[in-house]
T-cell receptor, first 113, second 113 residues
């Protein structure tokens, strides 16, 4: 079985500050890992994914995430927050060859002007 | 290439009625996944289908819920005799195969009154 824990249901940062959204996973085998963003009343948009290639993954909108096997983490970062980054962010895991994604509960990112 | 299309976007049903949610995958995608998102929760996997086959329905409630993906036409998630607890956002995702990331639709928000 696999699971995802996102620390902090709400994270607030100032515009221009570093964004750090935490994600820890548990999986019996090396998983695929994903970050999605959801804007209000919208579907999910893929930000980035890790599929056992480079451990530092760059995504859209300036986001990146680093896979750390020893820490079972896949934290999402962005050097400088923008007001348009305010949204809900979901970390997800999938065992290679398995069906469907297992999602964390999400982190609501708030950007203070 | 249009994205994953879900309709309706909003659906209101009275308790005891049936709800039918439709999902047209992206062109060339034969794998469809349905997820449910309850308020303040992450997405929960419900069912994975390929054309005319249910591959994994481990996340589907045992009663009242069914899904299909016919040879022609959209995938349908059907909820019979809806109850208030069925109120949620239902998302469909599609992919060309089981090993690539899935693209999400904008969801159907079901409200049971």
């Amino acid at each position: 079985a696999q699971s995802v824990t996102q620390l902090g249901s709400h994270v607030s940062v100032s515009e221009g500050a570093l964004v750090l959204l935490r994600c820890n996973y548990s999986s019996s085998v090396p998983p695929y890992l994903f970050w999605y963003v959801q804007y209000p009343n919208q579907g999910l948009q893929l930000l980035l994914k890790y599929t056992s290639a480079a451990t530092l993954v760059k995504g859209i909108n300036g986001f990146e995430a680093e896979f750390k096997k020893s820490e079972t983490s896949f934290h999402l970062t962005k050097p400088s927050a923008h007001m348009s980054d305010a949204a809900e962010y979901f970390c997800a895991v999938r065992r290679p060859g398995a069906d469907g994604l297992t999602f964390g509960k999400g982190t609501h990112l708030i950007i203070q002007p | 290439n249009a994205g994953v299309m879900q309709n309706p976007r909003h659906l209101v049903r009275r308790r005891g009625q049936e709800a039918r949610l439709r999902c047209s995958p992206m062109k060339g995608h034969s794998h469809v996944y349905w997820y449910r998102q309850l308020p303040e929760e992450g997405l929960k996997f419900m069912v994975y289908l390929q054309k005319e086959n249910i591959i994994d329905e481990s996340g589907m409630p045992k009663e009242r819920f069914s899904a299909e993906f016919p040879k022609e036409g959209p995938s349908i998630l059907r909820i019979q005799q809806v109850v208030r607890g069925d109120s949620a956002a239902y998302f469909c995702a599609s992919s060309p195969n089981a090993d690539t990331e899935a693209f999400f639709g904008q969801g159907t928000r079901l409200t049971v009154v």
